[in-house]
């Protein structure tokens, strides 16, 4: 059973930074995706940041420049560091992962993010 903890959101003032964990264990093979989705209330789940299957790294617009994801090298955990934060960003942020060449994804349990003075 593959499983995806996340941690390090919260409340943080406008201009401010933080950054998120998520962590996978289990049997993992032939990742295809993982990264970051958020889903603001009364929105859709979109992504934020995500490595995909081709090594390429792909950011929504919206967070171009501010948000950078990266990965600890042999292991299946990426880290989002958000800076620059506005409060359009306020959100619960889930980590996903999508593998075996995308035949089995999973989701965290999703993290709030609240960007507020």
């Known amino acids: 059973q593959v499983t995806l903890v996340e941690s390090g959101g919260g409340l943080v003032q406008p201009g401010g930074s933080l950054r998120l964990s998520c962590a996978a264990s289990?049997?993992?093979?032939?990742?295809?995706?993982m990264g970051w989705y958020r889903e603001a209330p009364g929105k859709q789940r979109d992504l934020v940041a995500a490595?995909?299957?081709?090594?390429?790294?792909r950011y929504a617009d919206s967070v171009k420049g501010r948000f950078t994801i990266s990965k600890e090298n042999g292991k299946n955990t990426v880290f989002l560091q958000m800076t620059s934060l506005k409060s359009e960003d306020t959100a619960v942020y889930y980590c996903?992962?999508?593998?075996?060449?995308?035949?089995?994804?999973?989701w965290g349990q999703g993290t709030p993010v609240t960007v507020s003075s």
């Open positions: 996903h992962l999508n593998w075996a060449g995308g035949r089995y994804h999973c």
């Open positions: 289990g049997s993992i093979s032939g990742v295809n995706i």
């Open positions: 490595f995909v299957s081709d090594g390429r790294i």
